[in-house]
């Protein structure tokens, strides 16, 4: 799934990504955000094949993270 986002961004940077009830994400700021926190998954020690749980309102930030987890 991670591979969609990847695939899409070099066309797509500025482009509208994602809306939610608040706020709107570009590409590029929906890949920086999902950078982010599979990093901070890596660094609490989840690796490829682990279970993580997503468990948050319908957002962008809901998405950021399955697509986090997806890209480890």
Known sequence: ???LLADNLP???DKV???DATETASYAALSAEVD???AW???QGIAE???VIVSLR???GEVAAMFAAWKL
Do not use: T, W
């Open 17 to 19: 990504a994602l809306i």
């Open 11 to 13: 066309a797509r940077r």
């Open 41 to 43: 998954l890596a660094a």
């Open 49 to 51: 094949g682990d279970r």
């Open 58 to 60: 319908k957002s962008i």
């Open 36 to 38: 982010r926190l599979a």
């Open 1 to 3: 799934m991670y591979r």
